[in-house]
């Protein structure tokens, strides 16, 4: 054997003379293919002036003097071009890329250290743009590190940017959704089922601040909480006067003393909930369609016909500026009304039905605020001013330690001037209610019917 298996480097033989010939032979080989660093990897044309040294992988359609050598080690050394086959293993640093290559017997691929930064990573499957780690694996392990040696803990963390975004983990059946759980366009933890993958149900719901349970799906979860609920606002919220009318009917609209108007609010008779309605089959008027929506809303077709009779108060926003208003899409909203200053529950629950018949409203912050069930925060926010009826709920929980005994604005509803709304059902009660979403309160008595 007169040269190397691998290298293919010249051995000095026995006899042979000049030794000195095949030793320098060998050190200019191993110079040519150890540690190779190229100037680029896709040209055809060789340069008009090489460098002593100067190494190429030879493009495709190689012409002159790189003719026919298409794939090639290229080496400019005693000034002539040397032409070497690449061999399966070797790297290749290219200068122009700055990359390492690999050379797989067939063409060059990028050679990725262990630590790596990617854009997208695919195991055992195609990656995107959508599903940057993409995996396709009958089994996978997340194991505490014993290597560096760790901590022996081990935790997966999934992070969203905030309170209205979502972060969770979906179950699916052939790409459709049928089970997600986690924080869900909100902050309290959810386990959502889906029979389609397109609608989704509440199956489980826990309150991040209270930890409270709410199983909103299940037989036994009542449509309201199964909480003593009794109203601390005169009148039952019903407009109809005070004392409270004791009957199911009422004759009079009637503002409550527990409002004031600020700004110049004009406070009127919105509609009314007629007992024995003609809407739904009843001996008396018909109901008017405002009113109608709202009772759509709290009850189902078979309860819609009776009941105690209330009032909704529509409010119309004055031009005036007094307090501070809150801007909201670029818009000023000027409080509407203002409450009485009295003793107030370390903590309690305010719930009542708003509906934004034209302009735009907003409910002031301060409070845990929810829309229909649903948790939106501590800010202000604005009332939805798509014609329809919104359970409005704010709950401010508090150390009986940390309450000062009142709140001067325990009720604030801030509107663009012009606006018009109506509000119904008001109702205060001093515990943490919690709604799940599509539940209602509805009316809920006085404390001072009764006694």
């Known amino acids: 054997m007169s040269r190397s298996p691998n290298l293919d480097l010249p051995f000095i033989m026995p006899s042979q003379a000049q030794k000195h010939i095949t030793h320098n032979e060998a050190l200019s080989r191993l110079d040519d293919i150890l540690h190779i660093t190229i100037t680029s990897q896709s040209e055809s044309l060789p340069p008009a002036m090489p460098i002593e040294g100067e190494k190429f992988v030879v493009g495709l359609d190689p012409e002159g003097a790189w003719l026919n050598q298409s794939g090639k080690l290229a080496i400019y050394r005693d000034s002539q071009w040397q032409f070497e086959v690449l061999r399966a293993g070797w790297i290749v640093w290219d200068k122009a890329l700055s990359q390492a290559f690999i050379f797989d017997g067939v063409g060059l691929s990028r050679f990725e250290s262990a630590y790596v930064e990617t854009d997208k990573i695919g195991i055992n499957t195609q990656a995107d743009t959508i599903n940057r780690l993409s995996v396709k694996t009958d089994a996978a392990l997340f194991s505490h590190d ?120 004009v406070f009127s008779e919105g509609e009314k909930f007629i007992h024995d309605n003609g809407t739904y089959g009843g001996n008396a008027a018909n109901l008017q369609p405002v009113m109608d929506d709202l009772i759509t809303k709290l009850r189902s077709p078979n309860a819609r016909r009776f009941g105690p009779e209330f009032y909704s108060l529509e409010i119309t926003a004055g031009t005036g500026s007094s307090a501070s208003p809150v801007q909201i899409n670029g818009q000023y909203h000027y409080l509407t009304f203002l409450t009485v200053s009295a003793p107030m529950f370390p903590q309690y629950t305010l719930n009542y039905y708003i509906r934004v018949i034209s302009g735009a409203a907003a409910i002031g912050a301060g409070q845990d605020i929810y829309f229909d069930g649903e948790a939106k925060g501590q800010d202000n926010i604005a009332v939805p001013n798509d014609n329809e009826w919104v359970q409005v709920t704010q709950s401010k929980p508090s150390n009986v330690s940390e309450s000062l005994g009142y709140h001067s604005s325990f009720f604030r509803i801030y509107a663009v001037p012009g606006t018009v709304y109506h509000l119904a059902l008001p109702s205060l009660m001093p515990n943490l209610i919690p709604l799940a979403a599509g539940q209602n309160l509805g009316l809920i008595p006085s404390a001072n019917l009764w006694l």
């Open 146 to 265: 014993d290597v560096t040696p760790g901590s022996g803990n081990v935790r997966l963390a999934i992070n969203k940017q905030s309170e209205d975004d979502t972060g969770s983990i979906i179950f699916q059946n052939d790409f459709s959704g049928c089970a997600e759980l986690g924080v869900s366009g909100s902050d309290n933890f959810t386990i959502k089922v889906s029979e389609d993958g397109q609608s989704w149900k509440t199956a489980i719901k826990i309150d991040r601040k209270t930890g409270e349970v709410n199983f909103p799906q299940s037989p036994d979860y009542p449509h309201t909480p199964s909480y003593a609920l009794v109203n601390y606002l005169e009148g039952s919220g019903r407009f109809a006067g005070v004392p409270e009318p004791r009957s199911v009917g009422v004759t009079s609209f009637s503002i409550p003393s527990y409002i004031n108007s600020i700004n110049g609010s």
